[in-house]
């Protein structure tokens, strides 16, 4: 057997993250983190689960009851929401134009689903009319869509119009909202949206951990109707919905995250959710005109800019990679490169939550500025 590891303390470096996420995590946030561990059943938990979700329900801008974070990342949000609506042999439409398009097609597969795509080129939106004509030819139960890619740096405009053509058949409407929530104007309910989910991580700025989820009425009936129990146990919002709506033991929460990302959600209420959504648009218009002075070029048509995650094309002869390892080693300012069939063709630049200051972005900008011209002069 080894002996014991001689390991030093823990010393993470003070980054600033100006990437897809995780986002600077708020000094208040941080502190909330180390309140003394209690119970997942402690009447004091139990009230501050209850905190949560009205809070959620008010970011979320929705009504319903069945508002409550799943303990685990983003991921484990998406896959909540595609394990307990899709039942097997259910059709689901799935969106082409992005990365995680593609990763809830396979969620789809995995419960039993069948993932038919609507199509549209990384870097646009889908079209409404083109979800209208799939609804018709395939007759989906689900259609699921991303309200913000970030892989591409593209907020799909016209929800109302997508909702109501999938309303229209009869479909459920699931909508990736990891990067949106608390970032960009999001309307649950008045958009017609009937599961949404995000993570702590993106807008919000807590911790990655805990991820908001809100199904609707609609929803519900549709999983109150299932033929056969959802395939995961641990995502089973039925079982969930009794430990966050009765406080019957399902899982030990998390429980710092859990405070965590209450004290985000605090935060973004003291803000006010619409006043949010306008510093977002403020901070990153001031980043993309830095960007544009900088000589970089956009990628994703201003049409359908997404305030929280800008793209911006990696100059001829400049290896992606060379910069972003030089802001971090240098600067200690992460930004991130191109996700599949965008790898090596594009920036990623994050502008959400406790990240989205002018002081961030004054810093990025003439980091930038300064490793480009060190690396022209080289
Ligand atoms: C980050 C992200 C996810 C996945 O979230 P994780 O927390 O990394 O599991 C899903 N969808 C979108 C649009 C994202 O940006």
Redesign the pocket.
């Known amino acids: 057997m080894t002996d014991a590891p001689d390991v030093g303390e823990l010393r993470p470096p003070v980054r600033t993250l100006m990437g897809?996420?995780p986002t600077d995590v708020h000094p208040r946030v941080q502190r909330a983190m180390t309140g003394s561990t209690v119970g997942h059943l402690d009447p004091s938990f139990l009230e501050v689960m209850e905190e949560v979700q009205e809070l959620l329900r008010y970011v979320f801008r929705t009504d319903s009851e069945w508002t409550l974070p799943i303990s685990?990342?983003?991921?484990?949000a998406?896959e909540a929401a595609i394990a307990n609506v899709v039942e097997p042999g259910d059709t689901a439409l799935v969106p082409s134009n992005?990365y995680?398009g593609g990763?809830m097609a396979e969620m789809v597969r995995r419960a039993g689903g069948d993932p038919v795509s609507v199509d549209a080129p990384w870097g646009e939106p889908l079209d409404v009319a083109d979800v209208r004509g799939a609804c018709e030819d395939h007759d989906p139960e689900v259609v699921c869509f991303?309200h913000?890619?970030?892989?591409t740096g593209v907020l799909q405009p016209e929800v109302p119009a997508l909702t109501e053509a999938a309303r229209d058949h009869g479909a459920v409407v699931v909508a990736?909202a990891?990067?949106s929530l608390g970032g960009v104007e999001l309307r649950t309910d008045d958009w017609g949206i009937d599961v949404a989910y995000s993570?702590g991580?993106?807008c919000l700025s807590a911790p990655?951990g805990m991820?908001p989820l809100t199904v609707g009425e609609r929803a519900r009936e549709k999983i109150r109707g299932r033929e056969e129990p959802v395939r995961s146990w641990y995502l089973d919002l039925t079982e969930l919905d009794d430990y966050w709506g009765d406080g019957q033991y399902h899982h030990t929460t998390p429980i710092s995250t859990v405070y965590a990302l209450r004290e985000a959600l605090r935060i973004a209420a003291e803000e006010g959710i619409e006043n949010r959504w306008e510093r977002h648009r403020e901070v990153a218009g001031t980043l993309v005109d830095g960007l544009d002075e900088v000589g970089l070029e956009r990628y994703a048509d201003d049409a359908y800019w997404l305030p929280s995650?800008n793209t911006v094309r990696v100059p001829e002869g400049v290896d992606d990679e060379v910069v972003i390892d030089h802001l971090l080693e240098e600067y200690d300012l992460e930004i991130a490169s191109g996700l599949g069939d965008l790898s090596g063709e594009v920036f990623r630049i994050g502008c959400m939550g406790y990240s989205a200051r002018p002081k961030n972005v004054r810093y990025l900008l003439a980091a930038l500025e300064e490793t480009l011209d060190e690396l022209n002069a080289a």
């Open positions: 897809p996420g685990g990342t983003g991921s484990a998406m992005g995680f990763r991303v913000a890619e970030t892989s990736d990891v990067t993570a991580q993106k990655p991820s995650l």
